[in-house]
């Protein structure tokens, strides 16, 4: 069983940037393709980005290419999510999550392990 816990939220100025980190615990991350997702206030949980077993292929969601990064270190197993020149619109809970299969990784439900999720609020 995987404990995933994130950190590294906050409030933050439009045009910001804040990096958050998922780690874990209770297993090794090395098999898993790691996500991030996000939930807005009164919306569905949306994909944000993914990143496979080895670190070797990212993919993400329109809303966040150019901008935000997604990382890991297997070896920390710890995974990272860079996000740069932040808007409102960004305004969220980030959940970090774990899938044994990357595929369908903008499904929610293919996720087996999900953390608690950080708030990231971003002032305009």
């Known amino acids: 069983q995987v404990q995933l816990q994130e950190s590294g939220g906050g409030l933050i100025q439009a045009g910001g940037s804040l990096r958050l980190s998922c780690a874990a615990s209770g297993g090794t991350i090395g098999t898993y393709s790691m996500g991030w997702f996000r939930q807005a206030p009164g919306k569905e949980r949306e994909f944000v980005a993914v990143i496979t077993q080895a670190g070797l292929r990212t993919f993400y969601a329109d809303s966040v290419k150019g901008r935000f990064t997604i990382s890991r270190d297997n070896a920390e197993n710890t995974v990272y999510l860079q996000m740069n020149s932040l808007r409102s619109e960004d305004t969220a809970v980030y959940y970090c999550?774990?899938?044994?299969?990357?595929?369908?990784?903008?499904?929610?439900?293919?996720?087996?392990?999900w953390g608690q999720g950080t708030q990231v609020t971003v002032s305009s």
């Open positions: 999550a774990a899938a044994r299969s990357t595929r369908y990784y903008n499904m929610a439900n293919r996720y087996d392990y």
